[in-house]
């Protein structure tokens, strides 16, 4: 059974920083791609950042483009989201998200397995 769990999640002011890690476990993790979504209330889920299983590969929502980095320790089972100059537009819910294949894709149909989402709250 593949199982996905966030941390990193908090408050921070509106210019700051924070890393999101998402530890996997229950298949060979290095031969899945994974993502970072993020629901915000009354918006739908969005793909901010997702990386082949290599590590590869990277893409990147033209929102987050240039403040967010998402990389992959292979050796840990865990991805992360470096999340950088923080803009209130990113509080959300953010969630990581196991991939169906190795290749880095951004529609939540190329995923199917979910953690249970930490929060992300950016204060201005």
């Known amino acids: 059974q593949v199982q996905l769990a966030e941390s990193g999640g908090g408050l921070v002011q509106a210019g700051g920083s924070l890393r999101l890690s998402c530890v996997a476990s229950?298949?060979?993790?290095?031969?899945?791609?994974m993502g970072w979504f993020r629901q915000a209330p009354g918006k739908e889920r969005e793909c901010v950042a997702s990386?082949?299983?290599?590590?590869?590969?990277?893409l990147y929502a033209d929102s987050v483009e240039d403040r967010f980095t998402i990389t992959r320790d292979n050796a840990k089972n865990t991805v992360y989201l470096q999340m950088n100059s923080l803009k209130p537009e990113d509080t959300a819910v953010y969630y990581c998200?196991?991939?169906?294949?190795?290749?880095?894709?951004?529609?939540?149909?190329?995923?199917?397995?979910w953690g249970q989402g930490t929060q992300v709250t950016v204060s201005s």
């Open positions: 998200a196991g991939g169906r294949t190795r290749y880095a894709l951004t529609t939540e149909r190329d995923y199917g397995y």
């Open positions: 229950g298949r060979t993790f290095r031969d899945y791609a």
């Open positions: 990386i082949s299983g290599s590590g590869s590969g990277k």
